[in-house]
């Protein structure tokens, strides 16, 4: 299929050392973060302070929305990539997806409870064709087993964290002084900002033959008079309302667990999805060669561990963002915009993590690929472990020093840079040729698992009361017991992985 066909793979070295296209993705993805990046910094405030204002169990509510919103944001690339692979090509698939998501954030723009789910509709669906296409288009612009792979991935990831980082500050500071809707609004132009750096360079031919529809797809198909690729685009549309319902229907959770108690739709919807994903898996594992299984066991090992990490990771945005607002003495910046601290420290720490491996590479000391999740697992629990020894140091109203904070992310940005990007490069080493979008998809589905546990974290960690003032001692014992919890967890996780490393390492071969 053209996504990944060889027989252009004379692509230039003109951005950095790499395909001129790895700057067009780049900037892309930079602006769809500062979208993604930017709502989430004001969503958990928002529903808090403004959608669940009246009721008394309104963090409980929140956590569970958000939650829900998370895992099937993350959910639906699982079905974008393989709506990718075998009918769109990356190409269209980001225009579609992008053009939802922009449409969502200028929805959520309008303050009222039936937009607001609405608009997380789109914005799921669009991240769905968006997020997992982006990612494989930057691995389909070198050859195979290319060097270059690894780093080109940490200057995208970086592109992700300028967003990441610029957003928060920008639309957490409209939505808390000027209104909610200017900081989502924002959000909006931002998305657009990416679409027409991506289009810019589809004109300019940057990508070559890279991302275009396979042949099989016969998107020109005309089907009760609608081609087959206006139809892809009427049912992600369609959707996005399907979705708001299921989200919705957390409205009154909190009170009393209003549709099935706390096993309602999008929790069994996640059970059944986890059902399905382990028998293709298995299926996959049992049609796949004896070395195509053994690097996808190791695929798939990575993701789970994966999942682990980003449950605790995704908290800056609910739990997080929550203990900043009532019990940090913040300086200079508010609660919404201390989302901008991980992606700072990315951006910061990027380069010279990049070129400390480049370095343990050269002097063949490069920790492989499991070594480098323990320990980015060892740096989460750590930095949680800073959280809850925190408490210590409050002040008379329950407030603790902001240096905690900054030093919590600071080890949770390193162990992200030990994880994340380069996963997200083996993942695409690790599986055969004819999945590596479904693979991918499954990748972030891993996030959407991860969501699961920030839910289920977020209820644990609800502070409720009837007053508007549940800051001080009321919820600061609630916080740090909770991060103790999660940190001994985080130090156990990383010691399973650590001592697994030697198996994992034969099975993975020749990838490093």
């Known amino acids: 299929m053209s996504n990944n066909n060889s027989?252009?793979?004379?692509?230039?070295?003109?951005?950095?050392?790499?395909?001129?296209?790895?700057?067009?993705?780049?900037?892309?993805?930079?602006?769809e973060r500062f979208s993604?990046?930017?709502?989430?910094?004001?969503?958990?405030l928002y529903m808090v302070n403004v959608i669940f204002e009246a009721l008394a169990t309104r963090d409980y509510a929140a956590a569970a929305v958000y939650a829900s919103y998370g895992s099937l944001v993350y959910a639906s690339t699982v079905i974008g990539g393989r709506v990718s692979d075998s009918l769109l090509g990356f190409r269209?698939?980001?225009?579609?997806?992008?053009?939802?998501?922009?449409?969502?954030?200028?929805?959520?723009?309008?303050?009222?409870?039936?937009?607001?789910?609405?608009?997380?509709?789109?914005?799921?669906?669009?991240?769905?064709?968006?997020k997992p296409n982006i990612s494989t288009f930057v691995a389909a612009l070198y050859k195979e087993n290319d060097p270059r792979k690894d780093s080109g991935f940490v200057i995208f990831y970086m592109g992700i964290n300028i967003g990441g980082f610029i957003a928060p500050l920008l639309c957490g500071w409209l939505g808390q002084a000027?209104?909610?809707?200017?900081?989502?609004?924002?959000?909006?132009?931002?998305?657009?900002?990416?679409?027409?750096f991506f289009w810019s360079g589809i004109k300019k031919g940057v990508f070559q033959d890279k991302g275009l529809p396979p042949i099989s797809g016969r998107l020109d198909k005309i089907i009760l008079g609608v081609s087959k690729?206006?139809?892809?685009?009427?049912?992600?549309?369609?959707?996005?309302?399907?979705?708001?319902?299921?989200?919705?229907?957390?409205?009154?959770?909190?009170?009393?667990?209003?549709?099935?108690?706390?096993?309602?739709?999008?929790?069994?919807?996640?059970?059944?999805?986890?059902?399905?994903?382990?028998?293709?898996?298995?299926?996959?594992?049992v049609k796949s060669t004896v070395e195509e299984r053994k690097k996808l066991i190791v695929a798939i090992f990575i993701t789970v561990f994966m999942t682990i990490f980003w449950g605790f990771h995704e908290l800056s945005g609910s739990v997080i963002t929550?203990?900043?607002?009532?019990?940090?003495?913040?300086?200079?910046?508010?609660?919404?915009?201390?989302?901008?601290?991980?992606?700072?420290?990315?951006?910061?720490?990027?380069?010279?993590?990049s070129l400390l491996f480049t370095f343990l590479m050269k002097k063949k000391k490069n920790p492989r690929t499991p070594y480098k999740f323990g320990l980015g697992l060892l740096l989460a629990g750590l930095s949680f472990y800073v959280l809850s020894l925190s408490g210590g140091s409050a002040d008379e109203n329950g407030m603790v020093p902001f240096a905690y904070l900054i030093i919590m992310y600071f080890m949770l940005s390193i162990g992200e840079l030990f994880m994340s990007p380069v996963g997200l490069s083996k993942i695409t080493d690790l599986s055969p040729e004819r999945i590596v979008a479904f693979m991918m998809g499954i990748w972030f589905l891993s996030s959407s698992y991860a969501f699961q546990v920030v839910g289920f974290i977020g209820k644990q960690l609800a502070v409720e009361s009837d007053s508007t003032d549940i800051g001080g001692f009321n919820s600061l014992y609630v916080y740090i017991e909770g991060f103790d919890l999660i940190a001994k967890y985080s130090l156990g996780a990383g010691v399973i992985v650590l001592l697994m490393a030697p198996f994992l390492n034969k099975l993975m071969g020749d990838v490093h």
């Open 178 to 196: 000027y209104g909610w809707h200017y900081g989502f609004g924002l959000a909006g132009i931002g998305m657009l900002t990416g679409l027409m």
């Open 7 to 31: 027989s252009n793979t004379a692509l230039d070295s003109s951005f950095l050392g790499h395909p001129q296209g790895l700057l067009y993705l780049f900037f892309a993805e930079l602006w």
């Open 92 to 130: 269209k698939s980001i225009l579609l997806g992008g053009f939802l998501m922009a449409l969502g954030h200028f929805v959520l723009a309008i303050e009222s409870d039936l937009t607001f789910y609405l608009a997380l509709g789109f914005i799921v669906v669009g991240n769905g064709f968006f």
């Open 36 to 44: 993604f990046y930017g709502m989430r910094a004001l969503l958990t």
């Open 229 to 285: 690729d206006k139809w892809i685009s009427i049912l992600a549309f369609l959707s996005a309302p399907v979705i708001a319902l299921m989200l919705a229907s957390y409205k009154s959770l909190g009170e009393e667990g209003t549709f099935l108690g706390d096993q309602n739709v999008v929790n069994l919807l996640f059970k059944l999805i986890g059902i399905l994903v382990v028998f293709y898996l298995g299926y996959i594992l």
């Open 322 to 353: 929550l203990f900043a607002d009532r019990n940090v003495n913040l300086e200079f910046i508010n609660a919404s915009q201390t989302n901008s601290l991980n992606s700072l420290f990315i951006i910061i720490l990027s380069i010279p993590i």
